[in-house]
């Protein structure tokens, strides 16, 4: 006998595969974490009123504030513009918004690095309601007809909301750290 028996899979008998949890999944969790929070709230229902908060911008907040770095600062740009294309806005608003966000926090990050929860909640408050109602200043420009008093329920939903999504946000980080770290 020249070697040791082989199965058609390359595998000496009673070996294993091997179940690698996949690098790529691991790196692109950030980013596919934000496109499904975009693409929630178009599936929860349509409503006259905006009432469900951007859950996509509200983790991209919380994967910025949680992990300064892992997103770069054009980040904000290529999820602004999947969330353009999947909520309805127009073109070009999100990414504006959404890269001037990240900046902002990109900015906080340098003048401030050490924060408490309160503060980081305070700051991603501003960061949501400004957004919103520069959204709301957008759409108005391109033809909406919308009046600030309908976008305060979302203004406060969004800001209730951003605890939750911060918790989500650590949660999968969690989950991402675990799969880098059985990869190295």
């Keep these: 006998m020249s070697g040791p028996l082989l199965y058609a899979n390359g595998l000496p008998p009673g ?67 999947a969330d353009d294309l999947v909520s309805g ?10 890269s001037l966000v990240v900046l902002g926090l990109e900015l906080l990050e340098y003048r ?3 924060r408490s929860f309160h503060t980081e909640w305070l700051f991603a408050g501003a960061l949501i309601a400004g957004a919103l109602l520069l959204g709301l200043g957008l759409a108005n420009l391109t033809g909406g007809a919308s009046r600030v008093v309908l976008v305060l329920p979302q203004i406060v939903a969004s800001v209730l ?24």
């Design 112 to 114: 401030l690095p050490w």
């Design 89 to 98: 806005q127009p073109l070009g608003s999100a990414v504006l918004l959404w």
């Design 161 to 184: 909301a951003w605890p939750l999504a911060a918790r989500a946000v650590a949660w999968l980080d969690r989950a991402r750290l675990v799969r880098l770290r059985r990869i190295g």
């Design 15 to 81: 070996a294993a595969l091997s179940r690698q949890p996949s690098p790529l999944l691991a790196r692109a969790m950030p980013w596919l974490s934000v496109l499904l929070g975009s693409l929630l709230p178009g599936w929860l229902g349509i409503a006259s009123h905006p009432l469900c908060p951007p859950l996509g911008l509200l983790l991209l907040i919380g994967w910025c504030q949680l992990r300064p770095g892992l997103l770069p600062p054009w980040a904000g740009l290529v999820l602004g513009l």
